[in-house]
């Protein structure tokens, strides 16, 4: 289709628990890109992808964050052992390449509690 | 963190005023892009700026992409209620697909 589709659209987890966001890129887009915006309207980025494979992962905590985008499957980001710090909008983008901007899904927003 | 200086922060206008807002940054970027964000929604492509000096226009707005490739601006003329929402700029830099983005100018028109 022609927009980026994220789900859930809300997730709520106790903290400690395991959070698993969900993106579908749009098709023929081969770059895929989290960002988290937290309270003050901030984006920062966390991981791209281009295709399967990890483009850029400088922004990844790497402790408890890990992502995937595998064929013929939405893009997952997982979050294990959250903490209260980790509640926030998390944005999935999608991409032809460096020339294009990026097309944003409409968030996840992630409360941990 | 954030590397691109985006202000003002927040403006409050009158429906059919002009807006202005810019951003800078230290570091050279290949591409500026202007998004905007509606509350719970997801940023949107307003303009996308790919040559130093190139200004750009899409209906009520227009963006330059500065000389220097440090700098932009985007105006918004004749400001309607629909204008209000989060405006950001963000630089994509040489050799690499991430993007910064700044801190965002919450715009509020007042009808």
Redo the contacts between chains.
């Keep these: 289709g022609e927009e980026v589709a994220q789900t859930p659209k809300h997730l709520v987890r106790g903290e400690g628990q395991k959070a698993k966001l969900y993106c579908a890129p749009i098709k023929g887009h081969s770059y895929v890109f989290w960002y988290q915006q937290v309270l003050k309207n901030e984006f920062k980025f966390l991981i791209s992808f281009q295709n399967e494979n990890v483009f850029d992962e400088t922004g990844m905590p790497k402790e408890r964050f890990s992502a995937k985008c595998l064929p013929n499957s939405p893009c997952s980001l997982e979050i294990q052992a959250t903490k209260l710090e980790d509640s926030a909008v998390y944005f999935c983008a999608s991409s032809k390449g460096f020339d294009y901007g990026y097309t944003f899904g409409s968030g996840t927003r992630l409360t941990v509690v | 963190?954030?590397q691109l200086n985006q202000s003002p922060q927040s403006m409050f206008i009158q429906e059919g005023e002009d807006v202005s807002m810019n951003c800078t940054s230290s570091s050279i970027f290949n591409?500026w892009?202007w998004?905007k964000?509606d509350p719970?929604?997801?940023?949107?492509?307003l303009i996308?700026l790919?040559k130093a000096g190139e200004l750009t226009s899409n209906g009520r707005l227009t963006a330059q992409f500065g000389i220097t490739r440090k700098d932009s601006f985007l105006n918004i003329s004749a400001s309607i209620p629909s204008d209000v929402g989060?405006y950001?700029c963000a630089g994509?830099g040489y050799n690499?697909?991430?993007?910064?983005?700044g801190?965002?100018t919450r715009l509020t028109v007042k009808p």
């Design positions: 963190g954030q591409t892009l998004y964000q719970g929604e997801g940023p949107v492509l996308a790919y989060i950001f994509q690499n697909n991430d993007m910064r983005f801190a965002g």
